[in-house]
């Protein structure tokens, strides 16, 4: 105990105190220290239960969502863990159980859909060459009114073959069957003719083909028959969704050893709601132009397919009322 004197002002105070105002000091500095080391640690406390709850819970949950995504696309995420916590884990297990359900039901529906389309191929064969006996006139003349039903079946049985057609693609990609001859491939030349070949169908949709812009030569490593499969799809596509009178431009270019093929129509464009899913299969941008325009919905899916097995990229500018354009770009030879 000792008298301690305190200034306040011009005043002099002495007073009584039980421990020295040093020792009192050395004391609080303690107790604030002692505060300090205590948040510290609960404030690593508190990260590490950050860190621990994250990997727990949202890192899962984010994984989960990116699966969702995947299947939306029609592809097959990898297994989720189930080891996760609490509800978490569940959640994997059903989502784990959903996608294999999914995928089994997607198989059958392909191999019976690729039984069903082998086994149509061979009447389908048999109808076809007797049709065009008839057209021949192996039976003699037929009526005008005979022609014209003659030509009708002959156009539906087309629709049908390729039908079939489209099936088997869908299936071999799936399964990754699709076989492909990598040669080299002059891209003006098959351009030119898929434009020829596909002539007569603009004209049956009230358009017209225009070569807009070209390079000279173009070679890219392809399959020669699978391209122009690419090029008629996107051809057919653009005269299909065009405005009657219109003409459909097609170029191809060549920058920085790429080459560029697009096709711009003049139609009415690509609604937003359907741009996310216009690659998918099956993807049709409403009932009223199902009914309107004759497709499977398959013909991009396989496209894009096709060009990214060429190591290419594929996509679309479109602005709704005025018109789209579909490319694609491979890369050039040397």
């Known amino acids: 105990m000792a008298f301690e004197t305190i200034v306040i002002g011009d005043e002099r105070l002495k007073v009584f105190v039980e421990q020295p105002i040093e020792d009192a000091e050395r004391a609080n500095n303690g107790i604030l220290y002692s505060i300090a080391l205590i948040s510290a640690a609960a ?3 508190a990260i590490g239960l950050i860190f621990y709850f ?20 029609g592809n097959y995420p990898e297994q989720l863990d189930t080891s996760g916590f609490g509800e978490i884990g569940r959640l994997a297990t059903v989502f784990n159980d959903m996608v294999e359900a999914i995928q089994e039901a997607n198989t059958a529906k392909l191999e019976f859909l690729s039984t069903v389309s082998h086994e149509l191929r061979t009447p389908l ?49 799936l399964s990754d069957n699709m076989a492909f001859d990598f040669q080299p491939v002059d891209l003006l030349a098959i351009t030119q003719e898929s434009v020829e070949e596909n002539e007569g169908y603009a004209q049956s949709c009230g358009v017209e083909f225009r070569i807009a812009e070209t390079s000279p030569r173009v070679s890219v490593r392809g399959d020669n028959m ?15 969704f065009s405005d009657e009178g219109k003409t459909v431009d097609i170029s191809l270019t060549e920058h920085d050893n790429l080459a560029r093929f697009s096709v711009t129509d003049y139609g009415p464009g690509i609604s937003k709601d359907f741009q996310r899913k216009i690659f998918e299969r099956f993807a049709q941008a409403d009932a009223s132009d199902t009914r309107q325009q004759a497709g499977t919905g398959l013909g991009l899916y396989i496209s894009k397919s096709i060009i990214e097995s060429h190591g290419g990229t594929i996509g679309y500018e479109t602005q709704e009322g005025v018109g789209t354009t579909f490319f694609f770009t491979l890369i050039v030879l040397e």
């Open 43 to 45: 404030l690593m406390l």
């Open 125 to 173: 064969t048999s109808i076809k060459g007797s049709l065009g006996l008839l057209a021949g006139g192996v039976l003699g003349e037929l009526p005008p009114k005979a022609q014209e039903m003659l030509t009708i079946a002959t156009k539906n049985l087309d629709r049908l073959t390729h039908l079939v057609n489209v099936i088997l693609d869908v299936e071999k990609l």
């Open 226 to 240: 699978k391209l122009r499969q690419v090029i008629a799809n996107l051809l057919s596509n653009a005269a299909k």
């Open 54 to 73: 994250s990997k727990k819970i949202i890192i899962p949950i984010e994984k989960l969502t990116r699966s969702v995504e995947s299947v939306r696309l």
